[in-house]
């Protein structure tokens, strides 16, 4: 299935980069998880939680990240620093389902522990996009778009906005310039904004000056890394916090450089929110686009299909002592969906060459065969169902798979085997018109004398690809 | 890690013989799950499951069985027939956690769904054997033990026990043979069992001749699979059922000698039961016996490693229409240790190679050369903590990284990079007494021109394997 083959390609990658397989348990104490959760406004929320035969609440993991940051609080001492794990698994969201929504589903992340060096984002950066490139992506459809905390931070503090709540409100608004534009990001960056249906939602009352510079800022991304940081060394109002995050964004810019990720692929976008909350630092957030139409007519619209960023604060939640960090993580299923969307994948994997069953007194024969190809590394499987001729020809065709071999009594008296090229069947089934033609003349069909058998089905396999 | 080695061979494997990757979801509504558990006597027992906001009990999968049962009454009208499927995923229990006992477990099952021929089974039986052996077990510590639940039926139908409380005691007394011995279960056929603390266990009270038979049969088992057969061909008593299973075993051992299947890995023991219920015919279990200490020294045990069998009634509990089918299913971390127990699995993987990193105006060099690697499909990173030589070196020692490489001022200027072998630092470094002679020479450490340093790196990764 498409997902396994995404995980394969993604997870040579972050071997490549020297990232190690590491996962910790799906469900674990909710104590240990719960109170730590993303959204510390909602603890628990979202979360499904349930008690054991001790009373003791247990939850099914929300993300990886969670778990990751209680794992290094509790065990850090043991492992290697910096820690550079991924990991892949099942995590659960107690919502409605609904279309793209799932309770369950697959997420990959990659993280970085022990390290504050921006170069340590840039490297979750390049990874992220050669992972994408390995699931299929084609380069052009997608690309990273990085931000950092500090810089809106900086400037609010040069603004002279210092309360947590509004800032709060400010991030919010923000992470709407998408939908609303800039005309209602500044309503809701000042007194508020009623929508069409005459809805009001309150404002982050910051003022007008303010919301200027906030507008100025989001505004900021230009045509390229260099430019964009120029931009942003005139926006952000030279506080500290501000000037730490373009150091910090500066420094991402000369690794990626170096690690060979263009200005298309990795951008820097100051737009990017990112809607958790725990966030300290540099955020990315990887876009899709493609011209694609679903299965029935409808047009596919994608957008971010992951994100991560910088959580140095996270492991100090559960220990006090802080530790840096910084991740990417993606949805697998959704990844599957844009690469299937942008027809980069097979849409199923081919199946095993089938050794057609007609004769039970010939069992011993088929698995005979089927054991020569496998052990010349062939995907092979006997027919073990109770069916005829043509039911079997259509199961290996819906199987996808490349060749069917045919013993009867005639090919082991030859000491031959009939071996039927699928794709070459399909092919001609569908240009010759004349159907009995392609009966007769068994288009795609040869036999083999049954000590080549092997070799010719190789050809067959390989040219199948 | 191990656990991820294991499943990449193990899946090598089952695709070879024509599985295809299909996995459920892990947590499901407990009534498509719950009351067809396992264990039919206590529906629900030992699974987790809560209620969601819309007051709907979900459950965690207790296997992976059920759920392709469920799924396949479900949607099998859409799948190809028979429907060959291997999944791996964590699987949970709710039981008290204890040695050995976890809540939460990696399971790997595979299953062939809509064959009813004995060949089918034999085939799941050789994709264990040669799974095991992929995972690094040696093929001389493990065997599957193979028996059919039929034989004892019969053996029980030609006795005259046909109530099937009294049959459900028969084969929990016959699955204690291991541990009671032949008196033990003898006493629990028939009236009764007192242990060495006075509790006294209720037999299944069959007649003398019947536990007779029974014990005649459990204990058939002879030094080849022919020879077993032609035992119980002596012992059951020449009931249908019983032929029946005579015959369904007789066919799984031709195929099993087609498959290349040994006499020593795969052997009829109907001294086998399986704990669950629902298989109706033919079951194995692969046992593991090595000579193993454990870490403080005590004596490995270990025993089944993974078991499966025909149920052929399982899909007709959610549907009531009969679909065949038969699969095996084992414990990734238990067969993690076992092949840790019989040395064949190295304890931990080889780590990336890592660009020492002490001048922070060479990071863009550093990751340069970390690039170059990576491209030639090394894995490789660039030290990214705050520490210095001596604790970058311990922390490329930690990952077993095969080497370090190391540029500063000097080689830039000389347009060379040096290169410490590490395996050949730790061999040395155990060796050689004198350690001045062991830092003076550097050993294992060479300079590279900058233009072949790839491949002097290639080398060293190698070597060390």
């Known amino acids: 299935m498409a997902e396994r083959r995404i995980l394969d390609a993604v997870s040579r990658v972050y071997e490549t980069y020297g990232f190690e397989p590491f996962d910790t348990g799906a469900f674990e104490y909710a104590d240990a998880l719960g109170k730590f959760l993303p959204d510390a406004d909602r603890p628990n929320e979202g979360v499904f939680a349930l008690q054991d035969d001790d009373e003791q609440w247990m939850a099914l993991r929300y993300d990886l990240t969670a778990p990751l940051a209680r794992f290094v609080a509790e065990h850090g001492d043991s492992l290697p620093k910096p820690f550079r794990r991924y ?63 500090k810089l809106l931070n900086g ?23 998408d939908r609303l534009g800039p ?19 309150p ?24 430019a ?35 200005e298309d692929q ?55 002592q802080r530790t840096p960090a910084t991740g990417f993580s993606f949805g697998v299923s959704r990844l599957a969906a844009a690469a299937a969307a942008a027809g980069a994948v097979a849409a199923r994997a081919r199946g095993p060459v089938v050794v057609i069953s007609l004769d039970p007194t010939l069992m011993g024969e088929y698995f005979g065969l089927a054991g020569e190809l496998r052990a010349a590394g062939i995907p092979t499987e006997v027919y073990l169902g109770a069916s005829g001729m043509r039911a079997q020809m259509k199961y290996a065709d819906r199987r996808l798979s490349p060749a069917a071999v045919i013993v009867g009594g005639d090919e082991i008296a030859a000491g031959t085997v009939t071996i039927k090229d699928l794709d070459m069947g399909r092919l001609l089934a569908q240009s010759v018109a004349d159907n009995r033609v392609w009966r007769d003349e068994r288009p795609g069909q040869v036999t083999a004398p049954r000590s080549e058998f092997v070799a010719q089905v190789r050809r067959i396999v390989e040219a199948a690809g």
């Open 228 to 262: 964009t940081l120029d931009r942003l060394s005139n926006v952000i109002g030279g506080s500290p916090e501000g000037d730490e995050g373009l150091e910090e964004l500066s420094r991402i810019g000369e690794a990626l450089a170096r690690l060979g990720i263009g």
């Open 266 to 320: 990795a951008l820097f976008d100051p737009s990017i929110v990112r809607g958790l909350e725990y966030y300290t630092g540099a955020v990315f957030e990887a876009d899709f686009s493609v011209d694609a139409v679903g299965e029935r007519g409808e047009a596919l619209r994608f957008g971010s299909i992951g994100g991560g960023g910088r959580y140095d604060d996270l492991v100090a939640r559960f220990t006090g």
């Open 155 to 177: 400037v609010l503090t040069a603004a002279g906005v210092t309360d947590p709540l509004q800032k709060l409100a400010v991030l919010r608004a923000v992470d709407k310039l």
């Open 87 to 149: 990991a892949y698994g099942p995590v659960w969201r107690n919502e409605k389902p609904g279309p793209g929504r799932y309770r369950e589903f697959l997420q990959c992340d990659a993280d970085t522990v022990g390290s504050d060096r921006p170069e340590a984002d840039a490297e979750i950066i390049a990874m992220a996009v050669e992972g994408y490139a390995a699931a299929g992506l084609p380069r052009s459809a997608y690309a990273l778009k990085i931000n950092n905390r």
């Open 183 to 201: 005309e209602g990001v500044a309503a809701l960056l000042g007194a508020g904004r009623k929508d069409e249906s005459g809805a009001f939602t």
């Open 203 to 226: 404002g982050a009352r910051i003022g007008p000056a303010a919301v200027d510079a906030v507008l100025d800022f989001v505004q900021a991304a230009r045509g390229s890394r260099g």
